[in-house]
Nanobody
Framework: QVQLVESGGGLVQPGGSLRLSCAAS????????MGWYRQAPGKQRELVAN??????NYVDSVKGRFTISRDNAANTVSLQMNSLRPEDTAVYYC???????????????WGQGTQVTVSS
């Protein structure tokens, strides 16, 4: 079994900061990609940031404000969110593409999501 567990969400005032963390646990052989998605009410889920083979991608609206980082040894990914805006309010989901053994296919996993609310 493989699980992704997010933490760090909450309520913050505009201009504030939050740090989201995602820990992958279980039978993991190799992680290809880890990233963060978000979904606001009435909108489609969108990529916020991901890490793939050393390449980092951010959605335009968070560039310069958010930073994604990985700790491969610990199978974790974090998202440091600074200068938060009300439009950042959403449920944030951790995502990973990984293998569970040296002969397994690439599998896709999602966390349960953590709520981030930016409001005064």
């Amino acid at each position: 079994q493989v699980q992704l567990v997010e933490s760090g969400g909450g309520l913050v005032q505009p201009g504030g900061s939050l740090r989201l963390s995602c820990a992958a646990s279980g039978s993991i052989f190799s992680i290809s990609t880890m990233g963060w998605y978000r979904q606001a009410p009435g909108k489609q889920r969108e990529l916020v940031a991901n890490w793939l083979s050393g390449s980092i991608n951010y959605v335009d609206s968070v560039k310069g404000r958010f930073t994604i980082s990985r700790d491969n040894a610990a199978n974790t990914v974090s998202l440091q969110m600074n200068s938060l805006r009300p439009e950042d309010t959403a449920v944030y989901y951790c995502n990973a593409l990984l293998t569970t053994s040296d002969v397994s296919p690439l599998l896709n996993f999602w966390g349960q999501g953590t709520q981030v609310t930016v409001s005064s």
